[in-house]
């Protein structure tokens, strides 16, 4: 079944997704970006307050494809005890170098297999990089928006491009996630693909607010609309 990512920035809004039983609490900042990261030290306030009752993920950060950029924010989110760690591809950059870099940690307390990617559906993506994500180490690949203003995932890719992205994923083993702006609406359409989960925020909040406050009946819609 395909399981609910909620995007929290407090641990006031973490308790309230985790009471609602979603299955992955990820931590990130939508003020600071389409993937702006918290302070590590309110990640480890958070991770500590869930204690274990539920999967934790953290983002990193709108950081440009770098490798000695990414590499150290990736460590330093690692210590704080989430359970995976998202890094945004962003257009620009050394993918290569930067998956090369990160596929080092695979002998470091095991902190490679705990790495998602995130490509972005408005740039297109190339979908070959999964290949080499997996041979890399990491545990999956999420396909998102970048810019939030244009419109959800539903609307700038095909269902065709939806449907490989999926299938590539499944076929290489790795955890899959749909997200970028997804409404209630977009559930029935994105849920045949089989998706290991898909990911909310502003239709977890007050007038669909990405930045605003959480909405708990939202939330339970959400939950529910999965659950069919």
């Not at 990617?117 to 041979?135: C, E, N, R």
């Not at 419109?151 to 499944?170: C, H, I, P, Y």
């Not at 409404?183 to 990405?210: K, N, S």
Request: aromatic share 6%.
């Amino acid at each position: 079944m395909t399981g609910m990512l909620a995007s929290v920035n407090s641990v006031d809004e973490a308790i309230l997704v985790l009471n609602e039983n979603v299955d992955i609490i990820d931590l990130k900042q939508p003020a600071l970006g389409a993937l702006g990261a918290l302070e590590t030290s309110l990640v480890k306030e958070i991770v500590s307050k869930i204690n274990g009752r539920c999967r934790v993920s953290a983002t990193i950060g709108d950081l440009p494809m770098v490798a000695d950029v990414i590499y150290p924010a990736v460590t330093s989110m690692a210590e704080t005890g989430v359970d995976f760690i998202k890094i945004g591809f962003f257009p620009g950059g050394d993918w290569q170098a930067t998956i090369n870099k990160l596929a080092t940690l695979q002998n470091q307390n095991d902190i490679a297999t705990n790495l998602i990617a995130v490509l972005f559906a408005d740039t297109q993506p190339d979908y070959s990089v999964i290949v080499a994500l997996k041979k890399a180490g990491f545990k999956g690949v999420m396909l998102d928006t970048m810019n939030k203003n244009k419109g959800s995932l539903t609307q700038l890719m095909t269902k065709n491009r939806l449907a490989e992205f999926v299938l590539l994923a499944k076929s290489k083993h790795l955890l899959c996630g749909l997200a970028g702006s997804l409404r209630l609406v977009d559930i029935e359409e994105l849920l045949p693909y089989a998706p290991d989960y898909l990911g909310f925020r502003g239709a977890l909040c007050m007038a669909h607010d990405r930045t605003g406050q959480l909405n708990q009946q939202a939330i339970f819609k959400i939950k529910l609309a999965l659950m069919r």
